[in-house]
């Protein structure tokens, strides 16, 4: 486990960004697969990204997955695709078939054994599961990560890539990315900024296996945090091991 710390969310965004285009650079001839959570922490990088850095991206050889979404229409304002849409890939020149999104309006089942099987067949797999170059998370101040609620640890060592989840606080139905291709990804990368999240931070880097997101952070093999100075208040950099 890997810490980035910088002194404000704007920055750690503008870091992030530049993280993910360097990896994309220093492999000039592949095409990346990316997993991309939604929720208020990445909505200032989509809106740096598409604004600020969107001439030296190589969106073509740029693929777009969803990690989450709520079942809900992309119209509809907690819509992670909506959200994604009309602040980065709606606005930058990636092309149309490269972003993969969750039909949210579809009957949540159905479209989780979909978007599932459309993964399969358009991401490499090794060991039953598909094998994404970046899944980038975020973690609430409960602990979830990737719609994967406290209480509802047994999507994380589910057999299925996503199934059905609901938010615990108001009921509803989200579609999630499970455990197993989260911790098989290439990276995993948690973008978390804010005092609010400092508890679930320190919670990641010096506790066992006690939420969703601790459980991705102990078990994936690689595993770097993008933290502002707030959310990084409580843990020591020294003391974080890979």
């Known amino acids: 486990m890997k810490p980035f710390i910088y002194p404000s969310s704007m920055e750690t965004a503008r870091a992030l960004i530049l993280h993910l285009i360097k990896i994309m650079i220093d492999e000039p001839g592949k095409t990346f697969n990316f997993a991309f959570s939604g929720g208020s922490t990445p909505a200032l990088m989509f809106d740096l990204w598409a604004n600020e850095y969107s001439d030296i991206t190589p969106w073509t050889r740029m693929r777009v997955y969803f990690v989450d979404e709520r079942c809900v229409p992309p119209e509809n304002s907690d819509s992670n695709y909506g959200m994604m849409r009309s602040l980065l890939v709606g606005v930058v020149p990636i092309p149309y078939e490269n972003v993969f999104r969750i039909k949210g309006e579809e009957r949540p089942e159905k479209e989780a054994v979909r978007y599932s099987r459309m993964v ?17 998370l975020g973690a609430g101040g409960d602990g979830h990560t990737s719609s994967i609620f ?45 005092k609010s999240k400092a508890d679930v931070v320190e919670e990641m880097c010096t506790s066992g296996d006690t939420g969703p997101a601790a459980y991705i952070a102990h078990h994936a093999e690689n595993v770097e945090l993008f933290l502002d100075d707030y959310a990084a208040s409580k843990i020591d ?5 890979d």
């Open 237 to 241: 950099e020294e003391e974080i091991s």
């Open 120 to 136: 399969e067949n358009n991401v490499a797999m090794k060991d039953g599961w598909p094998v994404f170059d970046v899944v980038l």
């Open 150 to 194: 406290p209480g509802q640890e047994s999507l994380l060592s589910s057999d299925k890539i996503y199934e059905v989840s609901y938010n615990p606080n108001n009921g509803q139905k989200r579609i999630a990315m499970t455990g197993c291709p989260i911790i098989n990804a290439q990276r995993v990368i948690f973008l978390i900024t804010g």
